[in-house]
């Protein structure tokens, strides 16, 4: 049969067991030579189980089903068995080594020996400047403009993205599997990417794209695959489908661009008023300046910004958690406050759930009840700090019920749960404290749309009830969502404070970026 | 879902989470090497006096490795205990000898026990102000204390033994419970703990298989120190003490806020602090607490050998991690207790003694010794991947 003429990858009916519970029950599609094809699905469809086995991590024999790769039988023993095969992925969670060089990042397993003789020896000495200038060559060839002697610490989220592009690119790959890769970009740095993937496309490297954003997925993607429980449930043409289809598909129920918040505030004094607040980092550089703006108690105030505009250092100066000195006036509950710590903040009534929920936020082995009653074990504990179990219990399980977290028991690992879960175990524990006031730190990172709504309507009704709510997010239309008003950031400064009225996406985003790149 | 969530029981379990499969490792290994001890032997290895010996032996290195479990828990590491253990073992001979404390009776070892908690306590405070405050690395800081504390102890004593001390102090490792009384106390601590459990299983907080678990043990365990004990002299004063320095912990880090804090430190120090825990505060007694409990070691190590020497506790501190590892503690910290820490600490009992007994000799123990720990922790960390 004519090679060409093959799909490059063909998966059919695969199948995967992990004890009793299925996570894939029969996932089949095929893809062609230079298509891109937009995997989409909610957390817990089973695409990472799905990547798992393409990628060989899940080797053969673990599932059943088939895999053909060119025309040929697919057998992964294991991860790098994929990548000899052409198969290469680019992972949500980076796998680069952050104090090496870009350059030995990219030719690590193949630094070339001192005399360019082609030796592999363990000993061999390194031809630092050949591979220097193989690396240099290498991100030449791609358009990417990075220093191959930088520390990949020092990079961008979205250079470092480039990097393992480049990367894959290296290892020949024929089939590149991008795992949300937009999620910490900004707007900019989206385009770039696809600028990028659109060339990779050109040169017949086939593109598998994961992402929740349908908006980037129908500019990217020539078809859409749709998993959900485990299967294939639809495979569309972006230019005959909606994304309402599309989100039909995934959830099995559609689903409204609906404002989650209450119309009407009750007029009340405000709760919290920052009045010229800055922020000066500890090696000087200033990070925040000329920023007011209140909360009043039953609102909900949307920070908005791009990458880098400060929406994180902005909640995070607050509670007092940003190294450095921050300048300006914060006024709590009338009074001018300035917390040291999270321990003072709590106190005072406020909870700050931090952006990164695996990083900053959970205690990933333990239990979620664990983790839900950790900041207020002083409430449920006497004075010898002995903890009282029995309302510990009825607590933790009180909130589980009130977040509707999904989990078999409260002991029951956090790690084990969905995205969705963990976020609002998270939300739940910082809520425990009956906080006045909420920082939310981008709310509902990387999880699925329909735990995305969830997570809105708890925000909403925590407000309704009272509680005064700010919500720094990159995605425009959670904000657009959420928030009676948006403050907008750019470069660490205030740009606006825009009313929720008739307000787009387009308005927010014209403030947010800078003036010269529009 | 991985099939471990599967299989976990749908019932309330506060029980912070525990190896399973690790705890099992340990229990048969130490059962496998009792019965061969007793066989290569010729049966004087289960013998009464034996196993007394053994429980005497195995307090000092109990002490330190219930301490030591709290801060691996923190995902810390304390690597100055045997020199501390020296310096306050060393303290409490001087002021036996050289202060004449030890003509105070009671009162006069009284104070010295004090003596050696104080000198722990200051030692470990040291040590906890560096890790929490200064943000020194636990390995670094210990390995400093560790290097101090042997230098004091050597210019204290003038790099001499110092002994005999009194028989007040002596008896804390020569006095025993009369056996009658002994037998009463472990059946009594028996069927207490057999009640406790039984009622939070009958609340549905245990599964049968923990609890079944906890019946096979406690009752063998029972059985085996009721042979050991009230066959011989009954139970010595210093296991009462290393037992409740062994409840303390437990109780601490299973019904205290402070354990809590503990676990959260250890698995996400980051989250912890967001959280409100106080994050310096706990570390700082996770120190001092593992250097009160290094003073009693030292005390309970020159009570039973009736003096202080300057080398005293060299290598402890690598015995107790090693007893806290077999145990099935995490070195990342967050996962494990003291339960599996008794069973570590056991085994390591069980080697010494058994070796001793067969008359291997002591240079080639250490080689065996150090064999046994890289293959209980080999076989802990498949039946964890297994799992």
């Known amino acids: 049969m004519n090679q060409e003429a093959q799909p490059l990858l063909r998966v059919s009916a695969v199948k995967k067991q992990f004890g009793g519970i299925s996570a894939l029950s029969d996932v089949s599609f095929d893809i062609e030579r230079g298509c891109c094809i937009a995997l989409v699905g909610e957390n817990g469809a089973g695409k990472s189980t799905l990547m798992k086995i393409l990628s060989g991590v899940w080797p053969q024999g673990t599932f059943t089903g088939e895999l053909r790769f060119a025309g040929e039988p697919l057998h992964l023993k294991s991860p790098l068995d994929a990548r000899k095969a052409g198969i290469s992925i680019i992972h949500q969670e980076l796998c680069l080594f952050p104090h090496l060089t870009v350059a030995e990042n990219l030719l690590l397993t193949e630094a070339p020996p001192f005399d360019g003789s082609p030796s592999a020896s363990l000993f061999q000495a390194v031809g630092w400047p050949l591979l220097y200038a193989k690396a240099s060559q290498l991100l030449e060839e791609l358009g990417f403009e990075i220093s191959a002697h930088s520390l990949v610490k020092d990079l961008s989220v979205a250079e470092r993205q480039m990097v393992e592009i480049a990367r894959a690119v290296h290892h020949q790959a024929r089939l590149l599997i991008l795992d949300e890769p937009t999620s910490a970009l900004s707007t900019r740095e989206v385009h770039r990417l696809f600028e990028v993937l659109d060339r990779m496309k050109a040169s017949q490297v086939t593109l598998i794209y994961i992402s929740h954003k349908l908006d980037e997925v129908f500019r990217l993607a020539d078809r859409i695959v749709v998993l959900r429980d485990g299967r294939t449930v639809a495979d569309l043409n972006p230019k005959e489908t909606t994304p309402e289809e599309v989100v039909r598909y995934m959830v099995g129920r559609p689903i409204l661009d609906k404002r989650y918040f209450e119309a009407s505030v009750p007029a009340a004094e405000p709760l919290l008023e920052i009045e010229g607040l800055g922020h000066v980092l500890s090696d000087g550089h200033p990070r925040l300046e000329g920023i007011g703006f209140s909360v009043a108690p039953g609102e909900i105030v949307g920070v908005a910004g791009l990458m880098g505009s400060g929406r994180s250092e902005l909640l995070r100066s607050l509670v007092g958690v940003l190294p450095g000195k921050r300048t300006g006036l914060v006024r709590f509950d009338g009074k001018v406050v300035d917390w040291k710590n999270v321990s003072e903040s709590l106190d005072a009534g406020v909870s700050f759930v931090p952006e990164d929920r695996k990083k900053d936020g959970l205690c990933l082995d333990l239990g979620v009840g664990f983790n839900l009653s950790l900041s207020i074990l002083r409430m449920l504990s006497d004075r010898l700090g002995l903890v009282d179990a029995n309302r510990e219990r009825n607590r933790a399980e009180e909130l589980r019920r009130y977040l509707t977290v999904r989990c078999g028991t409260l002991a029951q690992s956090v790690k084990s749960l969905s995205g969705g879960n963990q976020q609002k175990v998270l939300l739940g524990k910082m809520v425990a404290r009956g906080p006045r006031l909420l920082l939310l730190d981008e709310p509902t990172r990387g999880i699925d749309i329909g735990a995305k709504g969830e997570i809105y309507e708890i925000i909403a009704k925590l407000a309704a009830e009272g509680m005064a709510i700010m919500v720094v997010s990159s995605e425009l239309p959670e904000i657009l969502a959420l928030s009676h008003r948006v403050v907008v950031l750019r470069e660490g400064r205030q740009v606006g404070v825009l009313e929720n009225q008739g307000l787009t996406q387009e308005t927010i985003l014209s403030l947010a970026i800078e003036k010269e790149t529009l | ?387």
């Open chain 2, 1 to 387: 879902m991985s099939s471990l969530e599967e299989t976990r029981p749908r019932f309330m379990n506060w029980e912070l989470p525990r190896l399973r499969a690790a705890d099992w490792t340990a229990l048969l290994a130490l059962i496998a090497c009792a019965l061969l001890f007793q066989y290569l032997s010729e049966g004087s290895f289960l013998t009464s006096r034996n196993l007394s010996n053994l429980s005497r032996q195995v307090c000092v290195n109990l002490t330190l490795a219930v301490g030591m479990t709290v801060v691996i828990l923190t995902s810390g590491i304390d690597l100055s205990v045997g020199s501390v253990l020296a310096l306050a073992g060393m303290s409490v001979a001087i002021s036996q000898v050289q202060w004449g404390w030890a003509d105070g009776g009671t009162l006069g070892a009284t104070f010295s026990v004090l003596l050696a908690l104080g000198i722990g306590a200051g030692a470990g405070a040291t040590n906890g102000f560096a890790v929490s405050r200064l943000g020194i690395t636990p390995f670094i800081v210990t390995l400093g204390m560790m290097v101090i504390g042997r230098g004091l102890t050597l210019i204290v004593s003038g790099a001499r033994a110092v002994a005999p001390v009194g028989d007040s102090l002596g008896s804390l490792s020569s006095s025993y419970l009369p056996p009658a009384a002994s037998g009463a106390v472990l059946v009594g601590a028996l069927a207490l703990f057999l009640l406790v459990s039984y009622r939070s299983f009958a609340r549905g907080e245990l599964d049968i298989a923990t609890g079944l678990r906890r019946l096979i043990v406690s009752v063998g365990g029972c059985a085996i120190a009721l042979h050991a004990f009230c066959g011989y002299r009954g139970i010595p004063t210093m296991v009462f003490i290393a037992a409740g320095c062994v409840a303390m912990v437990y109780v601490a880090l299973h019904y205290l806020r402070f354990g809590r804090f503990v676990y959260a430190i250890g698995d996400n120090r980051e989250a912890a602090l967001l959280s409100g825990v106080p994050v310096t505060r706990t570390l700082w007694s996770v120190y001092i607490l593992m250097g009160a409990l290094a003073g009693l070691a030292g005390t309970l190590d020159v009570a039973r050998v009736n003096g202080a020497v300057p080398s005293a506790g060299e290598l402890a501190e690598l015995d107790a991690i090693a007893a806290v590892v077999i145990g099935g503690t995490s070195l990342m910290g967050g996962a494990g207790g003291v339960g599996g820490t008794i069973l570590g600490v056991l085994l390591m009992g069980v080697l010494n003694n058994g070796m001793s007994l067969i008359g291997i000799t002591e240079h080639s123990q250490k080689v065996f010794k150090g064999l046994v720990i890289i293959l209980a922790v080999y076989l802990d960390t498949r039946a964890k991947r297994k799992a």
